[in-house]
């Protein structure tokens, strides 16, 4: 087979890998942080037919919530269905598609953008989050985008795209400024001339000024409305924005680390690490091979800066800016390297092997996981809805039932079926209480539900996700 054939070959498999994923979760639930920010957010918009812009108290993450708003409409347009939310999702990952295309033909040449591509689409977290109806699907597309027209020098569309990236989410900004710094290094002439060089910046500045004023409009709608930024004391994931101290910060760079390193993707920082220490000077001399350096630098030591000050910010889905960075430089550095083409394939075969085993790790119950970034959640929904049919079965209320994040809350948050019953958060109230591996509690709860204190009556499992529904002991 010819090279240009084994691209279009690589590029087929990457394209339907993503599509057949898609197709095959169109009806699944919401799940994880999208029962929020896709499920509850739509709803309101969707039931107040778009009367109101600013969220409830309750629901409200701090960030402009177009994402929702954009969620209510496809429902107002097509109808309020998991199909239709999932499906609203595929113009996002179309876009994707094409601009990892544009990027990677920037960087390679045609014999080796087809394997480039699929080794990007293949992050793990790339694809737990596109069979979800997820925002940061939209954050991506527009990540890649912006970084697109920094390189082809498009202004007045790197300007727009901005705007979309602060529409997204809070992190869009951070991932705006990023994008600044490598945009001020690749486009703005610095000289000796200290006036010509600060009017350069200022003029290249301009290009963010109309999402930064976007974002400084809302934030003082929404501070005068209701008296906070970001979060509040009262907020559900409050306890996420507390502050930590030095030891939390130092904990915070291990927990950085090993989320860069997670589901797989240890292979391509590895390579990145190691072939960029080796070959840095042969890649410097490349303007290419700068720019990726460059970029990679600033993402992964700016970007999680206002993260790593605060107790829960760090989950993989945040991150994927710089693993997908990281996967992009890996494979420049490799491609570009001195190393035998029998061991450039090899180092493939390994990337692409440990990459999917990604999908397999699941961690003992008192380890925490990012179960929203990777495929290993998929068996939950049939569980989920097996759990609920139980207690349909056996004739209980759902009041006498309580639940963990992310499974608490109204039935039809999730699925979009009508079914106001509510299976409320965990207390230590109820008669019964469902529990399930992605459930990620503490240590000590995981003791006490596993105690004498409950009796065991059920248990649903498939491929390791499982979840158990417990019955209090009467005391």
């Known amino acids: 087979m010819k090279p240009n054939q084994f691209t279009y070959l690589f590029y087929a498999m990457a394209i339907i890998l993503i599509l057949f994923l898609f197709i095959v979760t169109l009806e699944n639930a919401f799940f994880w942080d999208t029962v929020q920010l896709g499920s509850l957010h739509a709803n309101f918009y969707y039931e107040n037919n778009f009367s109101a812009f600013l969220l409830p108290e309750r629901i409200d993450s701090g960030h ?9 409409f496809a429902w107002k347009v097509f109808g309020r269905t998991l199909f239709v939310s999932h499906l609203a999702m595929l113009p996002f990952i179309l876009g994707l598609f094409w601009q990892i295309h544009k990027l990677v033909s920037y960087f390679f040449n045609d014999n080796h953008k087809g394997i480039v591509f699929l080794l990007l689409l293949i992050d793990t977290v790339l694809l737990g989050q596109i069979t979800l109806v997820s925002p940061d699907v939209p954050l991506l597309m527009f990540f890649f985008m912006a970084f697109n027209f920094i390189l082809t020098d498009k202004k007045k569309l790197l300007s727009l795209t901005i705007i979309f990236l602060f529409l997204t989410s809070m992190r869009g ?6 994008l600044l710094f490598i945009d001020i290094w ?40 209701k008296g906070w930024i970001g979060y509040h004391d009262d907020s559900p994931w409050a306890a996420s924005f507390k502050t930590v101290g030095f030891n939390g910060f130092a904990k915070n760079i291990g927990v950085y680390i090993w989320r860069l390193l997670d589901f797989g993707k240890i292979v391509p920082v590895l390579i990145a690490a190691i072939l960029g220490s080796i070959y840095l000077k042969k890649y410097w001399s490349i303007l290419k091979g ?65 990459t999917v085993s990604g999908h397999f790790w699941i961690y003992p119950d008192k380890i925490a996981q990012g179960w929203d970034s990777s495929l290993a959640h998929l068996p939950y929904y049939e569980l989920q809805k097996k759990a609920i049919q139980y207690f349909d079965n056996h004739q209980i209320e759902l009041e006498q039932v309580e639940t963990f994040f992310p499974s608490q809350g109204a039935l039809d948050s999730f699925f979009l079926n009508g079914d106001q019953r509510i299976i ?35 248990i649903l499992e498939s491929n390791r996700v499982f979840v158990k529904i417990f019955k209090k002991v009467l005391e």
């Not at 402009?64 to 209510?72: K, R």
């Not at 965990?426 to 539900?449: A, F, P, T």
């Open 290 to 354: 700068r720019i990726l350096v460059i970029a990679l630098l600033i993402f992964v030591l700016l970007f999680p800066i206002n993260m790593m000050w605060a107790a829960g910010l760090l989950a993989h889905r945040y991150l994927l800016p710089v693993t997908m960075l990281f996967s992009l430089s890996a494979s420049y550095f490799l491609m570009n390297s001195s190393l035998s083409l029998v061991l450039k394939r090899g180092i493939i075969v390994v990337w692409i092997t440990v």
């Open 64 to 72: 402009i919530p177009a994402f929702g708003i954009y969620i209510a």
């Open 424 to 458: 409320d958060g965990y207390e230590g109230k109820r008669k019964y209480v469902i529990y399930s591996n992605i459930n990620n509690l503490s240590d000590e709860e995981v003791d006490y539900i596993h105690s004498s204190a409950y009796t065991l009556i059920e």
């Open 173 to 178: 900004m951070m991932i705006s400024l990023c």
């Open 186 to 225: 690749f486009n703005v002439e610095l000289t000796k001339k200290y006036k010509q060089s600060f009017l350069n910046l200022v003029k290249r500045s301009f290009i963010y000024l109309p999402a930064l004023f976007v974002f400084i409009g809302f934030s003082l709608w929404h501070y005068t409305t």
